[in-house]
C-alpha cells in the first residue's frame, strides 16, 4: 500500500479550489521528497503545539524520532489525533503579489511506538532518508541511542497536495505534464 484509504474517521472540509488539488501520486512523492514538516497536536491548555520536525514516509505513515519527555510527548499522550504539514515550494512573486507554492498537509492518529521491531523500523526509515550512504553507521547509532529516544508513528487516515494556480495553469498548458496530472489523478478513491 502506498497509499493510504480515506477513511472518514472525522468530518474534514473539502478542498475550497479543489483545481489546485494535487493528484494521489504527487502528493506521495513530495512527503517522500521533503525533508521536514510541521507535526500540529493538542498541546497545553487546549493550545495547539506545533513543532517542526524531520521525518520519513513510508507505507502510509510517517516517522519521526524524539527524546523520551517533553511538550511533544506528552501532548501525543493526552490525544491522538495530529496534522502534518510539508511545503515543498514557496517562491515569492512579488511583481504579481502572490506566492508559486505546494504543500501537503495529513490528518491522522499518533503514536509514540513501542515494539521494539516497529521501533526499529521507523528509525531505519529515517537513517535511510537521510544517511543512506551510511546505514551501517546509522545502526550503531540507532543500537547507542537506543534507551534515550522514542519513535513516533502517524498513521495517515487523510490527506491533500496543492498547488497555486499558476502552477496548475502552466500544467495545462503543456501536453505532458497533463497528461502525467492526469495519470495521478486516476489513482484517487
Same mark, same amino acid.
Given at each position: 500500500m502506498d497509499r493510504p484509504s480515506r477513511r472518514r474517521e472525522y468530518v474534514s472540509r473539502a478542498m475550497r479550489r479543489r483545481r489546485q488539488l494535487l493528484s494521489d501520486a504527487e502528493t506521495v512523492a513530495m512527503l517522500q521528497s521533503c525533508t521536514s514538516g510541521v507535526l500540529a497536536v493538542q498541546g !497545553? %491548555?487546549?493550545y495547539p503545539y506545533a513543532v517542526p520536525l524531520s521525518y520519513?514516509?513510508?507505507d502510509g505513515r510517517l516517522y519521526f524520532h524524539s527524546a523520551r519527555t517533553g511538550h511533544k510527548i506528552d501532548a501525543i499522550e493526552r490525544s491522538d489525533k495530529a496534522s502534518f504539514c510539508v511545503i515543498? !515550494? %514557496?517562491d515569492v512573486?512579488?511583481?504579481t503579489f502572490t506566492t508559486h507554492f505546494r504543500s501537503t498537509v495529513v490528518f491522522g492518529r499518533v503514536k509514540v511506538l513501542t515494539d521494539d521491531?516497529?521501533?526499529r523500523r521507523g528509525l531505519r526509515c529515517l537513517a535511510e532518508k537521510y544517511s543512506p550512504d551510511?546505514?551501517?553507521a546509522a545502526d550503531a547509532e540507532i543500537d547507542g541511542s537506543w534507551d534515550k529516544l522514542v519513535v513516533i508513528e502517524l498513521a495517515i487516515e487523510e490527506m491533500s497536495g496543492k498547488a497555486a494556480i499558476e502552477i496548475i495553469k502552466e500544467r495545462e498548458q503543456s501536453p505532458a505534464s497533463a497528461d502525467a496530472a492526469a495519470q495521478g489523478h486516476a489513482a484517487r478513491f
Open positions: !497545553d %491548555d487546549g520519513a514516509y513510508d515543498a !515550494d %514557496d512573486v512579488q511583481s521491531a516497529e521501533k551510511y546505514l551501517d
